[in-house]
Every structure is written in structure tokens, then in C-alpha cells.
């Protein structure tokens, strides 16, 4: 038997679960002339919607994820090596001729694709403005390019002027639609809210939120069904443990998934035994992850895997000893920032493995 739940990739049907409303209106946006940024939380299913969304059109696609990208000069040079994979070399060339820059081509001899690098040293202006508009010329009417930035808000990162840079070629491309991934609200709604950003109104929000209870309830219940006894009980118990994140409801559905076919997790607290043993598998990288954190920062996430106070309240500050609301706030960001703080309808920790690890361990 094979298990049913998939988590930590990109994922399609039969382990997508429905997001009808968002997939048509990320389909209904980039069929249009508009470009799109989406936002959430690490680990939300943004790479696994936008895919689902994008193959339904049938176009070219381009992914870059800029987490991985080193400088401007890597960033256009990835850039150009996809394109080599969809275009014809023999358009490529003819385009390629008037590059200000020429870049370095090689065959890779073990995956045979195109490896492309640009000198050391090189101006990445021109490299990123001919790799761009060479992407615009390329894209026609009836397959109109679309370029996906994951985790944009590293843009900053790789320059400090690079945002100016792109404004200033994209804003004259009309056969491209450009989507904006971004997990660090905060920063990429200063690119794209701000004013004084080059970026500001550039493209249309989204933001993307956990999955409807009910939708992920059914999901669950049919994997489970011919597994476990009460399928309908232990959806729900997955759910009130993970309150609907995608990932980490996939993450704890398998492991009881594998629990309850080994035998191991047919009593009444199948669910909890999964935790605990998902909490155990990751104890090392906790406790690491731990001893990182400033006396402050181990006071908010003490309190919001304890109580169910909100961190800005003066009850919860006074509970934990916090002085100053500015000193919580800051911690917040910080956590957010680092992605073990999520705030959707309230903060809470993302991970909630972590979350009862913070607990037991405070309790021992």
C-alpha cells in the first residue's frame, strides 16, 4: 500500500488539495496583463498553487527561486539557461548576437543541458537588461512568458540597487507576466506597497492563507479510510494539532498514515503518538534551534506555545516578565523573520511540532 500524504515538495493531484478559488483567480490575473505578488508563511503550498495554476494555461514557464541565486550577473545567467530550455537555439543565437556582454556556454555532460556564466567582474545591468528583453522578444501572443520569482524579497540581498534595475527593464514588457513569491510579509510589502519603492503598485497582492478546514477534513478522511478505524475522528484530531497548515498537516497525517499500518498507531491517541514521534525525530534540530534564540525571543515563543494570550497584551507581558511593548514587537519581527512565527488570524508558532516540544520540555 502505498501512503497517501506527501509533504517537503512541490506537489500536484492527487495530494494537492482544492484551492479552486485561488487557482482561478491566480489563472484570471495572469491571463490578463497584470503581474502578481503572493504572499505567506514558508511552507503555505505558494510553489505548489502556482504551478497547479500555471500549468492550466499551457504556457512557457520560468522559475527562479532568488534564495539561491549568488549576484545579478548568476541571477541572469539562470535566467538564460532556462530559457534555453524552451526556446529553439537557433532563435536564441540570432537575438544573442547583439548582446553587449556574450555570455560562456557549456554542455553539461550529466544532465546535457546548457550550463551559461558570465565573466567575473561584468556589469550586471546590461547582462540582466539583454537576458530580459531577450526573454520579451522570444514570448509571443498566444504563448505569452511567465517568469516566477520565488522568495523575492532576497532581491536585496544580491544588490542594494537591483530593484531599480528590474523596475526600470520590466516596466516595457508587455509579453510577460512576472509573479512575486514572497514568505517575509513585511519586506515584500515595503517593495510593493511602499511608495518610494520602485516596485510600488507594480503588481496585484495576494495573500495566501491556511487551507479550509473542511476541504483538508475530507482529504484526510478518504486516506485514512481502510487504515484506521474512525477516519473522521483522527482528520479532525490532525487538524486541531496543525490547525490547517498545509505542510505540517501532510507531515503528521504520514507519519500516522505509516503508524497505523505498522500497527503502531491504532489506539486512541494514534495522533498524539505521531506528534511525539515527529517531535523526537526533530528533538536535536530543536534544541539547536533553542539555544539560538535571546532571552526575549524564548519568552514570546514560551508564552505563545503555552497560553493562549496574545503576545501584545499586558497580560501576556506581564506573565512573562516584558517591560515594553516596542521589545516584544521587535522580537515578533525577529521570529517572523526567521519563519518561527507566523501571524494569520493570530501569531502562533508555524511549527507546531516545535510548539509541543517547547511545552514538554517546559514542563519537565
Same mark, same amino acid.
Given at each position: 500500500m502505498k501512503n497517501p500524504f506527501k509533504f517537503g515538495t512541490v506537489v500536484d493531484d492527487p495530494f494537492f488539495i482544492n484551492r479552486k478559488n485561488e487557482i482561478e483567480k491566480v489563472a484570471s490575473i495572469v491571463s490578463g496583463e497584470n503581474h502578481l505578488v503572493l504572499i505567506s508563511p514558508r511552507r503555505m503550498g505558494k510553489s505548489s498553487l502556482i504551478n497547479k495554476a500555471v500549468s492550466s494555461l499551457g504556457r512557457?514557464? +520560468?522559475? =527562479? &527561486?532568488?534564495? =539561491?541565486?549568488?549576484s545579478p550577473a548568476d541571477l541572469a545567467a539562470q535566467m538564460l539557461r532556462r530559457i534555453y530550455r524552451i526556446f529553439p537555439q537557433a532563435r536564441l543565437k540570432q537575438h544573442m548576437k547583439r548582446f553587449r556582454i556574450i555570455p560562456q556556454l557549456s554542455l553539461n555532460p550529466v544532465t546535457g543541458s546548457i550550463d551559461v556564466s558570465f565573466l567575473p567582474g561584468a556589469s550586471s545591468l546590461p547582462i540582466l537588461e539583454d537576458v530580459l528583453n531577450l526573454a520579451e522578444k522570444l514570448s509571443? /501572443?498566444?504563448?505569452? =512568458? +511567465? +517568469?516566477? #520569482? &520565488? /522568495?523575492?524579497? /532576497?532581491? $536585496? $540581498?544580491?544588490d542594494e540597487n537591483l530593484l531599480n534595475q528590474l523596475r526600470a527593464i520590466m516596466q516595457h514588457h508587455k509579453m510577460i507576466n512576472y509573479l512575486f513569491l514572497g514568505s517575509q510579509e513585511s519586506l515584500i510589502r515595503e517593495i510593493f506597497q511602499r511608495k518610494k519603492s520602485p516596485f510600488y503598485h507594480f503588481a496585484m497582492v495576494m495573500h495566501l492563507k491556511k487551507i479550509d478546514t473542511g476541504e483538508f477534513s475530507e482529504y484526510l478522511k478518504t486516506g485514512f479510510t481502510g487504515i484506521h478505524a474512525e477516519p473522521g475522528i483522527i482528520a479532525g484530531e490532525i487538524l486541531g494539532v496543525t490547525r490547517g497548515h498545509p505542510y505540517y498537516t501532510q507531515q503528521l497525517a504520514f507519519t500516522a498514515w505509516e503508524m497505523a499500518v505498522s500497527g503502531r498507531g491504532q489506539s486512541k491517541n494514534a495522533v498524539d503518538d505521531a506528534v511525539n514521534e515527529l517531535v523526537m525525530m526533530h528533538e536535536m534540530d530543536y534544541e539547536r534551534i533553542w539555544l539560538s534564540f535571546n532571552s526575549t525571543d524564548r519568552k514570546v515563543l514560551l508564552g505563545l506555545s503555552i497560553s493562549e494570550q496574545q503576545p501584545l497584551t499586558? &497580560? #501576556? %507581558?506581564? %506573565?512573562?516578565? =516584558?517591560n515594553a511593548s516596542s521589545t516584544v514587537f521587535s522580537s515578533l519581527k525577529r521570529l517572523m523573520t526567521g519563519g518561527y512565527v507566523i501571524r494569520t488570524d493570530k501569531y502562533e508558532l508555524d511549527d507546531p511540532f516545535f510548539s509541543r516540544w517547547i511545552k514538554e520540555r517546559r514542563e519537565k
Open positions: 512557457p514557464v +520560468i522559475a =527562479l &527561486d532568488m534564495q =539561491l541565486m549568488t509571443t /501572443e498566444k504563448k505569452k =512568458l +511567465i +517568469i516566477v #520569482f &520565488d /522568495e523575492f524579497q /532576497e532581491v $536585496r $540581498r544580491l499586558t &497580560d #501576556f %507581558m506581564r %506573565m512573562w516578565n =516584558l
